[in-house]
């Protein structure tokens, strides 16, 4: 048998993650439940404020702990994350609503969009009916991951459960809007992706110049707005001189 | 007295590292920081200091440089031809620079990523709590000539030169990895095809990754679809088609291609300062035997002290002085 991370099955899972740290797996593949999962048990981690823990991050379907070596043992965290997995059903646990809710402005397909056709074919729909989803369907920031402030954003209908190309992209730009399994990311830098790239942002969610550079968090509400090319254009110009391209609003 | 470096020329790829922005993963920033951090604990310990300072990393090609102040400085990581103001200067070693000397690093010998270490560490200003650019996301971009780069001062400048024997990590050769959370979404056979491989590295590559090539089928896992999980460095990524990218310091924070293990801590600078062309290939360890391995990083500057040399032989140095023959208190050097 060759070596395992795996620590514990079936799901949540534990696993070893390199030298310092565990991840406690709720799904492999995208999935709402898992996702409310990951969000409500790192916070779960974080208040148990467990000697060693250094370090705590939700992603899509899973939560990541880090931990000092020198306070604590890999095998002493595997218990303590046990017992605090122990006694919730973890397949019926609801995501906290969301507190605030983002309009974003963006233009889908063109040269700022290539692969919205061929996105659209991927989910079986029409270019019209792909942007319909795209800009009517309530999204929230499953996580944010890749680089900074990026945010990943679903869930989409089942139809849009189609994988990443087999092949890179080698570069789309920061604002790049790309989709897959059920996903969309804006790309906060230029990037090689194996996302289909069907639209584009001038909001930017890493801004390292102000006060917060990561203006999206965890569970915040996106909705995209579609505009022309010349509006987005507009937008750039004003995102480059430090205006709010992107407007928040606060949820009771 | 703090000092400044002026970059006199710079080679395409130098940039300022540290040890980078640690426990930011939540918000998508990964750690970066100098792609080889041995060689920053290398110079730490040449310079005898007990932190890590930020030095000057050089991919492939240096520059020249000249410094304000009299201090020492570290030549670690990947070796590089090195001259001042004209005179050879050893790799792996601290040295005596005056202001008005001209510190010239030419092409690495071996290896990919050399770094300048001055005794007071680069002080250039902190961005989120490190001085290292970042260049994936933006933070800091590469030197440039004409370039003036504040540094702390050298309390002790007149402190002799050191010499460091490190173990050849600059042509590639057997990688450790361990298992990791998408180990299993391997079938057994992919993993022995690829533990019995032998990659070259290719071209491609940069501070965020290096591509492996080889002759043969790909590695493509059992299944594609799976949500994007966290990335750590050293992760070995399968690309969609079944190539695998060994990820480094300025990797993404999260990714979608499954991960066939990862690189240990320990054997990282070996792939990072792989260069193309090398050959690497890859041993498994098991967890237990990964984290028997394991040292934190904050051991290691004591550790490498202990194999930390006089360069030269100074009178201070030498005990029995006074079998020495001293003419016009000059020690020639050959005398024994």
């Known amino acids: 048998m060759p070596p395992k991370a795996t620590l514990t099955a079936p799901a949540p899972q534990l696993l070893a993650f390199g030298p310092d740290a565990v991840i406690v797996r709720f799904s492999l593949t995208p999935d709402p439940g898992a996702n409310a999962a990951a969000q409500v048990f790192s916070q779960l981690v974080e208040q148990s404020r467990h000697q060693g823990l250094i370090e705590v991050v939700p992603s899509l379907a899973s939560v990541m702990v880090r931990f000092d070596l020198a306070q604590v043992k890999r095998g002493q965290v595997i218990n ?42 991927c989910a079986g729909l029409s270019r019209e009916q792909a942007l319909t989803t795209l800009t009517q369907t309530p999204l929230q920031v499953l996580a944010i991951g890749f680089a900074p402030g990026q945010p990943f954003l679903g869930l989409l209908p089942d139809v849009w459960n189609f994988p990443r190309q087999s092949t890179l992209t080698p570069q789309v730009p920061a604002g790049a809007l790309v989709v897959a399994v059920r996903q969309v990311v804006l790309f906060a830098n230029p990037s090689a992706t194996g ?19 990561f203006p999206l968090r965890n569970g915040d509400e996106v909705r995209f707005e579609q505009i022309s090319d010349t509006e987005y254009r507009a937008l750039l110009a004003g995102e480059n001189a430090g205006a709010d391209v992107a407007h928040c609003e606060v949820l009771s | 007295m703090n000092g400044r470096i002026n970059i006199l020329s710079a080679g395409p790829g130098i940039t300022v590292q540290d040890l980078g922005r640690p426990g930011r993963l939540a918000t998508g920033l990964s750690r970066g920081g100098a792609a080889d951090r041995l060689a920053l604990h290398e110079a730490a ?60 690093i030419g092409g690495a010998k071996a290896g990919v990523f050399g770094y300048l270490t001055p005794a007071g560490g680069v002080q ?33 400048p007149e402190r002799p030169a050191n010499i460091l024997q490190v173990r050849n990590r600059f042509s590639g050769g057997q ?45 493509a896992a059992k299944l594609s679809g799976q949500a994007s999980d966290l990335i750590t460095p050293g992760d070995i990524q399968m690309t969609g088609d079944g190539v695998p990218y060994v990820l480094l310091s300025e990797c993404q924070t999260t990714g979608g291609y499954p991960r066939i293990g990862t690189v240990l801590e320990a054997d990282q600078p070996l792939i990072a ?23 934190p990083e904050t051991s290691q500057i004591a550790t490498i002290r202990k194999s930390v040399q006089p360069l030269v032989r100074t009178p201070h140095d030498i005990q029995d002085l006074l079998s020495y023959q001293l003419i016009s208190g000059v020690v020639v050097g050959d005398e024994d």
Not at chain 1, 94 to 100: H, I, N, S
Not at chain 2, 135 to 156: F, H, N, Q, R, S
Request: aromatic fraction near 8%; charged fraction near 15%.
């Open chain 1, 80 to 121: 303590e994350l046990s017992q605090l997995l122990q006694g919730t059903d973890w397949t019926q646990v609801d995501a906290p609503p969301p507190t605030r809710r983002w309009t974003i402005p963006a233009v889908f397909g063109g040269e700022t969009g290539p692969q919205i056709d061929e996105a659209a074919a």
């Open chain 1, 195 to 213: 996302w289909r790239w069907v639209g584009q942002t001038a909001f930017r969610p890493f801004q390292p110049e102000k006060v917060d550079p």
């Open chain 2, 45 to 104: 310990a040449l310079l005898g200091e007990a932190r890590i300072l930020a030095g000057i990393e050089m991919a492939g090609m240096g520059g020249n440089f000249s410094f304000s102040i009299p201090t020492r400085i570290a030549l670690t990581g990947a070796p590089m031809h090195a001259s001042l103001d004209g005179k050879p200067l050893l790799w792996q070693a601290s040295h005596h620079i005056e202001p008005g000397q001209v510190l010239n």
């Open chain 2, 124 to 156: 250039n200003p902190t961005i989120l709590g490190s001085h290292a650019a970042h260049l994936a996301v933006g933070i800091g971009a590469p030197l440039a000539a004409g370039e003036i780069l504040a540094t702390g001062a050298d309390k002790t």
């Open chain 2, 175 to 219: 990688i450790r990895m361990m298992p990791g959370p998408q180990t299993d979404l391997f079938s057994s056979d992919t993993l022995a095809a690829f533990l019995g491989t032998v990659f070259t590295r290719s071209p491609t590559g940069n501070r965020q990754g290096v591509r492996l090539d080889h002759d043969g089928a790909p590695f």
């Open chain 2, 273 to 295: 300062q792989a260069p193309p062309g090398a050959n690497v290939s890859f041993t498994m360890v098991t967890l237990e035997e990964a984290d028997a391995i394991y040292r």
